[in-house]
T-cell receptor
Framework: SQTIHQWPATLVQPVGSPLSLECTVE??????LYWYRQAAGRGLQLLFY??????ISSEVPQNLSASRPQDRQFILSSKKLLLSDSGFYLC?????????????FGSGTRLTVV | GNSVTQMEGPVTLSEEAFLTINCTYT??????LFWYVQYPGEGLQLLLK???ADDKGSNKGFEATYRKETTSFHLEKGSVQVSDSAVYFC???????????WGAGTKLIIKP
């Protein structure tokens, strides 16, 4: 069966520090991968998605970047965090083909920038 | 373009009450429709889905019917429990890139 792992679960970082969040998927190949952010009490904001290794699409201009160094690994990064980067970050995957399956989400990372 | 509209929350109900959370959509073609649930502090979980008109998705006592004539996918449950308190997201999948289009989410609060 397929599983998705996301870590760390919580993170407190000072303003100006770097960030690296990692997401890995097991039990499937060539998944579509997604990074979402959810501000407190708000909806989902798609940050990045990837349909293959090295292929990253950015949905909004921001202080963050994403990389996909391996087929089932998706990394969210920042060189210098801002206070506004605080939020709940969710990784998700979907099959590369077929829109009937929806997404499977990781358990999320709560990032607090202080 | 494609979009999803959900009723604004929070929705507050007493235990054992009947629940309806409205969801309407705009889409070209024939989208698939989904309901996700997010419990406090957790990621989203797929609750149910429907992939064609008149399909009924169901899970954990929740149901939703894909109504193409009214472009709706309302979530219902006959008797809610305190443990159903969560945020519910309606979403659709359309187009060749299979990305989900999300509603804003509806917070449900069930009081004992």
């Amino acid at each position: 069966s397929q599983t998705i792992h996301q870590w760390p679960a919580t993170l407190v970082q000072p303003v100006g520090s770097p960030l690296s969040l990692e997401c890995t998927v097991e039990g499937t190949s060539n998944p579509n991968l997604y990074w979402y952010r959810q501000a407190a009490g708000r909806g989902l904001q798609l940050l990045f998605y990837s349909v293959g290794i090295g292929q990253i699409s950015s949905e909004v201009p921001q202080n963050l970047s994403a990389s996909r160094p391996q087929d089932r690994q998706f990394i969210l990064s920042s060189k210098k965090l801002l206070l506004s980067d605080s939020g709940f970050y969710l990784c998700a995957w979907s099959p590369g083909q077929g829109g009937d399956y929806g997404y499977t989400f990781g358990s999320g990372t709560r990032l607090t920038v202080v | 373009g494609n979009s999803v509209t959900q009723m604004e929350g929070p929705v507050t109900l007493s235990e054992e009450a009947f629940l309806t959370i409205n969801c309407t959509y705009t889409a070209t073609g024939y989208p698939s429709l989904f309901w996700y649930v997010q419990y406090p502090g957790e990621g989203l979980q797929l609750l149910l889905k429907a992939t064609k008109a008149d399909d009924k998705g169901s899970n954990k006592g929740f149901e939703a019917t894909y109504r193409k004539e009214t472009t709706s996918f309302h979530l219902e449950k006959g008797s809610v429990q305190v443990s159903d308190s969560a945020v519910y997201f309606c979403a659709l999948s359309a187009g060749s890139n299979y990305q989900l289009i999300w509603g804003a989410g509806t917070k449900l609060i069930i009081k004992p």
